[in-house]
T-cell receptor
Framework: QQQVKQSPQSLIVQKGGISIINCAYE??????FPWYQQFPGKGPALLIA?????SEKKEGRFTISFNKSAKQFSLHIMDSQPGDSATYFC????????????FGKGTKLSVIP | GAGVSQSPRYKVAKRGQDVALRCDPI?????LFWYQQALGQGPEFLTY????????KSGLPSDRFFAERPEGSVSTLKIQRTQQEDSAVYLC????????????FGPGTRLTVT
């Protein structure tokens, strides 16, 4: 049972465009939703995170939108740059459990000049 | 400051050998997690420590996998009698508080079992 579903699997965006990655979850006990960025050969790096008590969080060019009723959340990367080319993972965890992160399968983003 | 470090970065083991993977968390971080990442997949949870106590080991795939954190800082993940299906990147993450929010990952150890 895949508890966090992520789409698309891959994404190609022109430089300066908006990249949008979507995730849906099933477990209503999840209360923390981070996004990680991973470059080849590196560990995942925490990018931005949101709690379900807010519907949107913005940090620089990165925005998380959260829809609690639909059990969906998304990452928007504004003014996408070639340096943003990486694999992005959404994740979720529950404070009622051991805080383990449940990850989506990842989205490989390519930003072309 | 220094991030999470892991060693070795690469490990090649023959099937049946035992391996030990080390994780040095960020100084002062109470919580420590191990994850396994197969090629092209997201990380999957293995086990969780709060200080020296292993509070959750539900993700360990078999009794060949063993983890410890005896002094509440450095942790070691040991895999006995390695199998080809154990080939993966093993990631360690730490977080400051007793909760697991804001987990910071190390670079991982890529294990290849031949």
């Amino acid at each position: 049972q895949q508890q966090v579903k992520q789409s698309p699997q891959s994404l190609i965006v022109q430089k300066g465009g908006i990249s949008i990655i979507n995730c849906a979850y099933e477990n209503t006990a999840f209360d923390y939703f981070p996004w990680y960025q991973q470059f080849p050969g590196k560990g995942p790096a925490l990018l931005i995170a949101i709690r379900p008590d807010v519907s949107e969080k913005k940090e620089g060019r990165f925005t998380i939108s959260f829809n609690k009723s639909a059990k969906q959340f998304s990452l928007h990367i504004m003014d996408s740059q070639p340096g943003d080319s990486a694999t992005y993972f959404c994740a979720a965890s529950s404070g009622a459990g051991s805080y383990q992160l449940t990850f989506g399968k990842g989205t490989k983003l390519s930003v072309i000049p | 400051g220094a991030g999470v470090s892991q060693s070795p970065r690469y490990k090649v083991a023959k099937r049946g050998q035992d391996v030990a993977l080390r994780c040095d968390p960020i100084s002062g971080h109470v919580s420590l997690f191990w994850y396994q990442q197969a090629l092209g997949q997201g990380p999957e949870f293995l086990t969780y420590f709060q200080n020296e106590a292993q509070l959750d080991k539900s993700g360990l795939p078999s009794d060949r996998f063993f983890a410890e954190r005896p002094e509440g800082s450095v942790s070691t993940l040991k895999i006995q009698r390695t199998q080809q299906e154990d080939s993966a990147v093993y990631l360690c993450a730490s977080s400051y508080g007793t909760g697991g929010y804001e987990q910071y990952f190390g670079p991982g150890t890529r294990l290849t079992v031949t």
